[in-house]
C-alpha cells in the first residue's frame, strides 16, 4: 500500500498542495528537528505553507538553528498544531514510522483518513500508514534521506546554508559524530556537499555538543564514578540514574544524552546499557560493537525497539528491578557478546 517516492514525486504529488504538516516523534532529537526544519525551509522556497509539528519540546542545544522557534510543541500549543492538520493537504512523518510515537496527535491523523502521508525514515518496521515513503533502515539518518529526496527530485539547488545546517546537524548526532558503521561514503559525500553550501562543521559541533551546564558535566561524572557496573564476563556496562539523582544534579532535557555511549570506549566493553527514571518511566537506552543486536533484546523484553547498535525501550518495573531483568537475560547473549 506504501508506494515508493520516486523522482517525479514533488512535480506529480506536492507540487500543487498548498498546506503541509512535517511531523517528528516525542524527544525530538538532532535527526528528528534537523531533518523537519530542512524540509521545511525547502519547501517553503517553493511558495508551500509549512508547519512543523512534534509531541513535546526538543534539547537546548538544539535551539539555534534556523526556525527552530516556529515549531509546534503539542503538549503546549494544542490548539495551533490542531489548526494546522486541518488545514493540512500533505502530511509527513519524519524520523519514526509508526504514528504512536507522536502521541494523540497520531490519532488525530489516523482520524483524517483523506490526508496524504509520506514517510521519510530509516526504523526497521515501518507501520503501512502512509501512502508514499522513503524508508531505508541502512540510511545513517533520517536527514541523509532528506538529501535523498531532495536529490532525487532534482531539487539540491534549495539547499542554502539553512538547510544545509540543518541537514548537517542530523548526520552529525545520528552517526555519533561520523564514526557508526551506519557512516557510508555516501554520508561524507552529504557532508562534503553540505560544506560546500555553507554549513560550518566546527560552529555546529560546538553548539551542540559543547553547550553543558556544569551541573551536565558533574551528573556525567557521577553516573560513571558511583553508578556503573561493569560485568566483564560478559562484556557489557549499566548506568542506571534515579529520579532523585537527577534532580541532585539539577536535571534538564537533553543531560544524560550520550552517556550510554561512554562504555563503550572500554576496549572490553561491547553492550551498554544506561537507564533512567524520569516523570515516573524507567526508560533506557543501549549501545553496542559489532553485530550484536540491540534492538532484539529491546524489543523482547522491553517495550522498545530500534537499530542493530542503537535502541530504546521503556522498562515496567523499577530501576533495580530491570537492572536485576537485564542481568538474568545476559547469559543467553553470552556466547554473541564473546563473538564480538
Ligand atoms: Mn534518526
Not at 506504501?2 to 516523534?25: A, E, L
Not at 489516523?110 to 533502515?137: C, F, G, Q, W
Not at 563503550?264 to 561491547?270: R, T, W
Request: proline share 3%; hydrophobic share 40%.
Amino acid at each position: 500500500m506504501m508506494q515508493p517516492i520516486t523522482k517525479d514525486f514533488y512535480q506529480s504529488v506536492i507540487k500543487n498542495k498548498k498546506n503541509i504538516v512535517i511531523t517528528s516523534h516525542k524527544a525530538p532529537d538532532g535527526d528528528a528537528i534537523g531533518s523537519s526544519l530542512a524540509l521545511k525551509i525547502a519547501l517553503e522556497k517553493l511558495g508551500h505553507n509549512v508547519s512543523v509539528v512534534v509531541p513535546d519540546d526538543f534539547p537546548g542545544f538544539l535551539k539555534w538553528m534556523p526556525f527552530h522557534e516556529t515549531i509546534l510543541l503539542y503538549n503546549q500549543e494544542q490548539k495551533e498544531a490542531e489548526e494546522a492538520l486541518e488545514n493540512a493537504d500533505i502530511f509527513f512523518s519524519l524520523d519514526y514510522n509508526d504514528l504512536r510515537r507522536i502521541g494523540d496527535y497520531g490519532q488525530l491523523v489516523e482520524a483524517k483518513t483523506d490526508l496524504l502521508k509520506v514517510m521519510i525514515d530509516h526504523h526497521r518496521d515501518p507501520k503501512p500508514y502512509a501512502n508514499y515513503a522513503l524508508s531505508d533502515i541502512t540510511a545513517s539518518s533520517t536527514c541523509e534521506l532528506i538529501f535523498r529526496f531532495l536529490e532525487l527530485n532534482n531539487l539540491t539547488d534549495l539547499i542554502d546554508k539553512d538547510v544545509a545546517s540543518c541537514i548537517y546537524t542530523g548526520l552529525l548526532t545520528d552517526t555519533g559524530s561520523f564514526r557508526f558503521s551506519s557512516t557510508t561514503a555516501k554520508t561524507h559525500e552529504i557532508a562534503a556537499f553540505l560544506l560546500n553550501r555553507g554549513a560550518e562543521n566546527a560552529k555546529i559541533y560546538e553548539l551542540i555538543y559543547d553547550n553543558s551546564s556544569i551541573h551536565r558535566l558533574q551528573l556525567l561524572g557521577y553516573a560513571i564514578t558511583e553508578k556503573l557496573e561493569y560485568l566483564p564476563e560478559y562484556r557489557t556496562a549499566i548506568i542506571s540514574l534515579t529520579e532523585a539523582e537527577l534532580k541532585k544534579f539539577h536535571y534538564q532535557k537533553g543531560d544524560t544524552e550520550g552517556i550510554v555511549n561512554y562504555p563503550l570506549s572500554v576496549k572490553n566493553i561491547v553492550y551498554s546499557i544506561f537507564i533512567s527514571e524520569k516523570e515516573g518511566l524507567v526508560k533506557m537506552s543501549m549501545r553496542s560493537k559489532g553485530n550484536f543486536p540491540v534492538n532484539e533484546i529491546a524489543s523482547k523484553y522491553f517495550d522498545g525497539g530500534g537499530h542493530l547498535n542503537a535502541a530504546g525501550a521503556v522498562s515496567n518495573l523499577s530501576v533495580e528491578k530491570t537492572i536485576e531483568k537485564i542481568k538474568s537475560i545476559l547469559p543467553e547473549y553470552k556466547d554473541a557478546l564473546l563473538a564480538v
